[in-house]
């Protein structure tokens, strides 16, 4: 009964994952962290702290961008996005009060002021190749030649933004709603057929579609080139905290490890996030985040020294049940 | 035994700068100017310096006189400023203003940003 069930649950699961690579799922990304942003510094003042160029964003353009420290690791991604009076900032799930505090910390003469809304409102993404369909039939919004970060206001539920991220490197649109609005906005996906996908669909497509996540990658013990971010790093803007290590490591090509995606037969053992992993018996570098099976494969992510990060090539893993042999596929930021 | 008393921390300004602040003022034609000195964050390692030919303080600003040039320091960098001696280095091989800063702990490579 108990492997029934559980089969059940893996093949609906296999299901939802399969509606947001084909077709559009809708996940609650509730969980991502939303800072309102106000003043007239606040875009240099950011500007200052991470590493994208924000001089670039206009009223309707905004961007991704990285915060770092002084030794050039990652504090958060975010995307920063133009509202009326305001910038949105998204942070990794619970990172708010940390980029708030961060904000605040660098924060002497200038007007900036940092309003966390997380709980006041609530965020749902649309997934997959036919998202924007979706949103079109949905809410009636053409959003065929929507740029990224660029938002655009939805008056039929109150001015709610939605704006495309494409955050699971797939096309993803982020509709943010009033959290009384929320079961309203998941209504008018569900009439049209774009289901719910479960938490656990979600995290095993980013897994799948080589996002890092604030969970195992995007931590002070990485740098942006480490994690794939490139597309979120201006190499000839003004200087930002961090930059002087990031810029070297370009510059000289001292990336030592890059984050990889992984895959392993589901026949082997499960290994775990954290575990070490050896090529020829030398430590090569670590997991970081392991998905659920899905089709006979099993999908991870992992930091792995630059020597050994080509696709094809096999890596070992340690696990409680034994060695699981997994595959280097590809890098994290490329696709 | 001698015993020495602590000497409480403030900024101070040697007389080189404070004779090169009231040349550059009359030059920018603002002379009588005080300075605003300040921390913003920035840079590579966190934290810049910052220096304005300034008239009047902010309500909050600290006030600091010497050599016959106010200082006008906000509340906040002077947490990370206490103890600064500003110094000006001219000639060929100047450096112009410098923050001798007894906290910063780090600089960057080109000397103009600073961590605590």
Not at chain 1, 51 to 58: G, I, P, V, W
Not at chain 1, 107 to 126: G, L, Y
Not at chain 2, 103 to 109: D, I, P, Q, S
Request: proline share 4%; charged share 20%.
């Amino acid at each position: 009964m108990a492997l029934a069930e559980s089969k059940n649950s893996r093949l609906i699961q296999i299901s939802e994952l399969e509606s947001a690579t084909l077709h559009a799922a809708l996940i609650d990304r509730s969980d991502v962290g939303r800072l309102r942003v106000s003043g007239d510094d606040a875009a240099d003042l950011l500007n200052r702290l991470s590493t994208n160029n924000l001089e670039h964003l206009t009223p309707t353009q905004g961007m991704g961008t990285v915060l770092t420290n002084n030794k050039g690791r990652i504090i958060d991604l975010l995307s920063v996005i133009p509202l009326a009076n305001s910038l949105l900032i998204l942070t990794s799930p619970g990172r708010q009060q940390q980029v708030a505090d961060w904000i605040e910390f660098y924060t002497f003469v200038e007007d900036v002021t940092s309003n966390d809304i997380t709980d006041d409102t609530a965020m749902i993404a649309i997934v997959g190749p036919k998202s924007a369909e979706a949103v079109q039939k949905a809410l009636g919004i053409d959003v065929d030649d929507l740029e990224l970060y660029a938002p655009i206001m939805v008056d039929s539920f109150d001015g709610a933004s939605l704006v495309r991220t494409d955050h699971f490197n797939l096309p993803t649109f982020e509709f943010i709603v009033s959290t009384e609005k929320k079961d309203k906005a998941i209504s008018a996906f569900d009439q049209h057929n774009v289901a719910q996908a479960s938490s656990s669909t979600a995290e095993n497509l980013r897994i799948s579609m080589a996002v890092p996540s604030a969970t195992g990658e995007l931590t002070e013990d990485f740098n942006p080139l480490e994690a794939g971010l490139r597309p979120h790093i201006s190499f000839n803007k003004i200087c930002y905290i961090g930059q002087e290590v990031v810029s070297r490591l370009n510059a000289y090509e001292k990336v030592q490890k890059h984050l990889v995606k992984l895959e392993w037969k589901t026949e082997d053992a499960v290994p775990a996030p954290g575990t070490p992993l050896t090529v020829d018996g030398k430590n090569v570098g670590q997991l970081t985040s392991v998905g659920d099976a899905d089709n006979g494969l099993g999908y991870a992510l992992g930091y792995v020294r630059k020597a050994n990060v080509e696709t094809g090539t096999s890596i070992l893993a340690q696990s409680e049940d034994g060695e699981v042999a997994l595959t280097v596929t590809g890098l994290s930021g490329q696709g | 035994m001698n015993k020495t008393m602590p000497q409480p921390l403030t900024i101070t300004i040697t007389e080189d700068a404070a004779d090169y602040i009231k040349v550059f003022s009359e030059q920018a034609g603002k002379p009588g100017s005080n300075l605003r000195v300040g921390v913003k964050g920035g840079g590579c390692s966190g934290m810049t310096y910052t220096l304005d030919l300034v008239e009047e303080p902010f309500d909050d600003d600290k006030v600091i006189e010497e050599h016959g040039i106010e200082l006008y320091v906000d509340r906040k960098s002077y947490i990370f400023l206490a103890g600064t001696s500003l110094e000006y280095s001219g000639g060929l091989n100047g450096k112009g203003f410098v923050f001798n800063n007894p906290n910063a702990k780090t600089t960057c490579g080109c000397g103009t940003s600073f961590s605590v």
